[in-house]
Each structure stands twice: as C-alpha cells, then as structure tokens.
T-cell receptor, first 113, second 113 residues
Framework: GENVEQHPSTLSVQEGDSAVIKCTYS??????FPWYKQELGKGPQLIID?????GEKKDQRIAVTLNKTAKHFSLHITETQPEDSAVYFC????????????FGSGTRLQVQP | NAGVTQTPKFQVLKTGQSMTLQCAQD?????MSWYRQDPGMGLRLIHY???????DQGEVPNGYNVSRSTTEDFPLRLLSAAPSQTSVYFC????????????FGSGTRLTVV
C-alpha cells in the first residue's frame, strides 16, 4: 500500500520568514495530493491540493510543488504569520488497492512573533 | 449547513465496554471514512464507505465495526474497548474518494481505562 513520509516533525520560524514542509510517497499510481491544517482541538482542514498532471499550484501565500519522478511534494508558506501556527499534514491518494487518502505523520509549525 | 457532525466530543470507557461513535453529514457526500489520530502517527484509516450499503476495511480495522444504511450517517462501533483504542477519532466525507478534499468533523476524544 501507499506510504507517506513527512519532514520535519517540528518547524519553528520567525514571523515573515518562509516555511517549507516536505513529503515523499511510495505508490507511483498516486494522483492526488492534498495538504491539511489542523488547529488545536479541531479537525484537519484542507488548505491546498494538487493533482499529478500539475507541477505547481499557488493560493496567495501558500504553494505546493510536485515532482512525480522523485515522488515527492512540498508545501511552501511565505510571509508566515502567527496564525499559521498549527499542525500540517500531507496526504496522497492512490487509485489502486485501497482507494483512500494516506496521511503523513504531521509537522508542527510554530511562527514566532 | 453543519458539514460533518461527530458525537460525542469526549468519552471515557472502561476496558471491555462497547460504544458507538456517531458521524453525520449533510452535504450528500457518497464517500465517508473514519480515521484515528495518535501522537506522531498522523491519521490512520479505520474503515471507509463509498456509498450506502458499501463498506470496506482500512489500515487499522481490528476492534471496530461500521455500517452505512443511509448516505448521511456512518457510525463507528467499538465492540470491546481496549486501552490501545485510546485516541482521537475523526470522521470525514467527500463527494468522491479521490477527486476532491475531505471535510473532517471536529473529532471524538476517547479514553479507555
């Protein structure tokens, strides 16, 4: 089945700096890669996603890049703000086998004011 | 529009007790799933359903049962609770398995003593 690895597990940045979270996946048949933000005591919320036919996608201060050859994808947050502090999860969806999202282990981002 | 509603929010069980975690969505989503979240392990899939009357096992199904009699509801049953089932449980729904992002509920924090 699909296996998703996520790094780093914790990330601390100064307000205004950029943050990058990286994920790798194992199943070359995976074709959908969402990113979720989870605030304390809440469920994960979708913030951006990318499909396998696209290399990069941007939405204001956040962007996701995908390298299908290397089987890795990354989340980029620019001009970080204290409200960006949360746990971020990457995920991959494989169209073969168990057709469901497989999640990474999460990255706790702390933005220092 | 309530989205995905989970009840209860908190529950303490004794070892061996059974209980049902409720999940309801009002978005007419065909796909629903249950995940458990443990520290450092991300979200792991327990069971999922692609429509009323259809369910399948996820990554960690042992000790849990599900059924899907309506599009709206997808309850998760713990048959005989064990301390290893102490976790935060999330229900998620989507209009399709992999075509779009999941909407998560706010979670049920379960402690088994």
């Amino acid at each position: 089945g699909e296996n998703v690895e996520q790094h780093p597990s914790t990330l601390s940045v100064q307000e205004g700096d950029s943050a990058v979270i990286k994920c790798t996946y194992s199943d070359s048949a995976s074709n959908y890669f969402p990113w979720y933000k989870q605030e304390l005591g809440k469920g994960p919320q979708l913030i951006i996603d990318i499909r396998s036919n696209v290399g990069e996608k941007k939405d204001q201060r956040i962007a996701v890049t995908l390298n299908k050859t290397a089987k890795h994808f990354s989340l980029h947050i620019t001009e970080t703000q204290p409200e960006d502090s949360a746990v971020y999860f990457c995920a991959a969806f494989s169209g073969t086998g168990r057709r469901a999202l497989t999640f990474g282990s999460g990255t706790r981002l702390q933005v220092q004011p | 529009n309530a989205g995905v509603t989970q009840t209860p929010k908190f529950q303490v069980l004794k070892t061996g007790q059974s209980m049902t975690l409720q999940c309801a969505q009002d978005m007419n989503h065909e796909y629903m799933s249950w995940y458990r979240q443990d520290p450092g392990m991300g979200l792991r899939l327990i069971h999922y359903s692609v429509g009323a009357g259809i369910t399948d096992q996820g990554e960690v199904p042992n000790g849990y049962n599900v059924s899907r009699s309506t599009t709206e509801d997808f309850p998760l049953r713990l048959l005989s609770a064990a301390p290893s089932q102490t976790s935060v449980y999330f229900c998620a729904s989507s209009y399709s398995q992999g075509a779009g992002g999941y909407t998560f509920g706010s979670g049920t924090r379960l402690t088994v003593v």
